[in-house]
């Protein structure tokens, strides 16, 4: 029923930059708090950022400066770009609802930063 597909991911290298998006389907889109999480090898799952219905951001220490958060309402999408990528940045990338994700997780976008 909820399905959430996220695209963009790849390999970069330190300090460079990637688009990653999400669609979402099988929800009142624009009802919900959305947020990018993020699952680091052998770490647990952490959000990273956020963003309200009314497009109020917010972000972890960790990436405040360099990642900025977005929704597209009309088109139920949430975009996290990502900017002067750093090694600990590695990571597979999934968005869900904040701070309380729904079961229906999607398969997540592989980002790797490596020189």
């Known amino acids: 029923q909820v399905m959430l597909v996220e695209s963009g991911g790849g390999l970069v290298q330190p300090g460079g930059s990637l688009r990653l998006s999400c669609a979402a389907s099988?929800?009142?889109?624009?009802?919900?708090?959305m947020g990018w999480y993020r699952q680091r090898p052998g770490k647990e799952r952490e959000l990273v950022a956020r963003?309200?219905?009314?497009?109020?951001?917010n972000y972890a220490d960790a990436v405040k400066g360099r990642f900025t958060i977005s929704r597209d309402n009309a088109k139920n999408t949430v975009v996290l770009q990502m900017n002067s990528l750093k090694f600990e940045d590695t990571a597979v990338y999934s968005c869900?609802?904040?701070?309380?994700?729904?079961?229906?997780w999607g398969q997540g976008t592989q980002v790797t930063v490596s020189s």
């Open positions: 099988g929800m009142i889109f624009s009802s919900y708090t």
């Open positions: 869900n609802t904040a701070p309380v994700p729904v079961k229906s």
């Open positions: 963003v309200t219905s009314a497009g109020i951001t």
